[in-house]
């Protein structure tokens, strides 16, 4: 399992307004499920959404993370939400100093990967 940093943003009753965090995300091996803040998401093939989660249907916008533009659509709006942990690696890769603190909020993230509760999940579906 593999730790990224990505931009993961709910679509599902939002638009481009959902709530946006920037985290750490686990991956399964084959790279199909991504696990964040005790979600799990699989591929979906859609217009504005291009993950699912897993355990409830909610379409989400899941990507990594952009040098020089703002993560979020262009059309929507609202604060990302960022793991502080992860601040100053953001930074680093968009070559700033300091977070435009009108575009974020920093917040603790968890690392709950409900890797297991989901492979159950999905045994029991088979």
């Given at each position: 399992?593999?730790?990224?940093?990505m931009?993961?943003?709910?679509?599902?009753?939002?638009?481009?307004?959902?709530?946006?965090?920037?985290?750490?995300?686990?991956?399964?091996?084959?790279?199909?499920?991504?696990?964040?803040n005790?979600?799990?998401f699989?591929?979906?093939?859609?217009?504005?959404?291009?993950?699912?989660d897993?355990?409830?249907?909610?379409?989400?916008?899941?990507?990594?993370?952009?040098?020089?533009e703002?993560?979020?659509?262009?059309?929507?709006?609202?604060?990302?939400?960022i793991?502080?942990?992860?601040?100053?690696?953001?930074?680093?890769?968009?070559?700033?100093?300091?977070?435009?603190l009108?575009?974020?909020?920093?917040?603790?993230?968890?690392?709950r990967?409900?890797?297991?509760?989901?492979?159950?999940?999905?045994n029991?579906?088979?």
């Open positions: 399992m593999i730790n990224n940093l931009y993961i943003e709910l679509k599902t009753g939002y638009s481009d307004d959902g709530p946006a965090w920037i985290g750490y995300v686990k991956t399964s091996k084959s790279k199909k499920t991504i696990y964040f005790d979600h799990a699989q591929k979906n093939i859609g217009n504005y959404a291009n993950y699912i897993i355990e409830n249907g909610d379409k989400y916008w899941i990507s990594g993370l952009k040098k020089e703002s993560n979020r659509h262009w059309a929507g709006h609202g604060k990302i939400m793991d502080r942990r992860a601040v100053n690696e953001y930074l680093s890769l968009i070559g700033e100093k300091e977070l435009p009108n575009l974020f909020e920093v917040v603790d993230i968890e690392d990967f409900p890797v297991k509760r989901v492979k159950e999940l999905l029991e579906k088979k």
